[in-house]
Nanobody
């Protein structure tokens, strides 16, 4: 079975940083788009960042540009989200997603096949 396991969430004060990881197992396909989504309390799920298969092309939600960085390590089949200058409005459950073959890659939920269970990020 394909499993995406997120880690690295937690509670942090505003202005702090966190690094989320998403490790894929049972899933050897590495030529896909990967992304991070989030869903805050009472809010719809939104795409935060997306990265292409080569790891060269990325795209971000306007609200996180300049603060978040997505990257991927194909050798370990892991995707990361470095989050700096965190704000209270970044509080949400963060989910990683895999399996999109869209061109160009985009952080649209319907493009993705596999999802993790999420990791909570709380900024106070």
């Amino acid at each position: 079975d394909v499993q995406l396991v997120e880690s690295g969430g937690g509670s942090v004060q505003a202005g702090g940083s966190l690094r989320l990881s998403c490790a894929a197992s049972g899933y050897t396909y590495n030529s896909d788009c990967r992304a991070w989504f989030r869903q805050g309390p009472g809010k719809a799920r939104e795409g935060v960042a997306v990265i292409d298969s080569a790891g060269f092309s990325t795209d971000y939600a306007d609200s996180v540009v300049g603060r978040f960085t997505i990257s991927r390590d194909k050798a370990s089949n892991t995707v990361y989200l470095q989050m700096n200058s965190l704000k209270p409005e970044d509080t949400a459950m963060y989910y990683c997603a895999a399996g999109s073959r869209s061109h160009p890659c985009r952080a649209v939920a319907s493009d993705f096949v596999h999802w993790g269970r999420g990791t909570q990020v709380t900024v106070s």
